[in-house]
């Protein structure tokens, strides 16, 4: 799978309740490698996703807040067209 084509698919928790869009990915480094730490979702994410909210006197510079992000270990499947997570997951 593209980490690309997660991008723009609902976030739902298993029981159906709606927490938005994917916006953007994070990732971790280990070693030469990359990992998927979590998903980027809601409104709040779409603003960072633009750069909007970016650090102040750093131009360009992102303001990652975790508040948005779901953790990957939080994703159960990614089914088409969206991607579920474990009942209990919230965003503020």
């Given at each position: 799978m593209r980490l690309s084509s997660l991008l723009r698919r609902s976030v739902v928790?298993?029981?159906g309740r709606k927490l938005g869009h994917v916006h953007d990915v994070r990732a971790v480094r280990r070693g030469d490698?990359?990992?998927v730490s979590g998903v980027v979702v809601g409104r709040h994410g779409l603003l960072e996703h633009f750069g909007i909210g970016t650090a102040p006197g750093r131009p360009g510079t992102k303001i990652h807040k975790t508040e948005n992000v779901v953790p990957w270990d939080a994703v159960v499947r990614v089914a088409a067209?969206?991607?579920v997570v474990r009942d209990g997951t919230e965003l503020p």
């Open positions: 928790t298993e029981s490698r990359l990992f067209g969206k991607v």
